[in-house]
């Protein structure tokens, strides 16, 4: 069964160009129940604006605890 986690992520321009520069890197951060989760840094593409990533997101893990997708709240 899905779980279903919600983080606040804000990651400036050049917090993210350290990121983008060096393929195979994750993005560790806190789920707001306190749960630690990391997930690859590229699935965060499409959410990237001129100042960088900002914003709530909901991760949706599947039962092998593979990120199966992310969406902007």
Do not use: K
């Not at 989760?37 to 039962?63: E, K, M, N, Y």
């Amino acid at each position: 069964m899905p779980t279903t986690l919600l983080i606040d992520l804000t990651l400036d321009e050049h917090r993210w160009l350290q990121f983008y520069r060096r393929p195979g890197q994750v993005v560790v951060a806190r789920a707001r129940n306190g749960q630690r989760i990391q997930f690859p840094a590229d699935r965060l593409r499409p959410f990237v604006t001129a100042d960088g990533i900002h914003g709530c997101f909901r991760l949706t893990i599947d039962s092998d605890n593979r990120l199966t997708e992310i969406e902007r709240v």
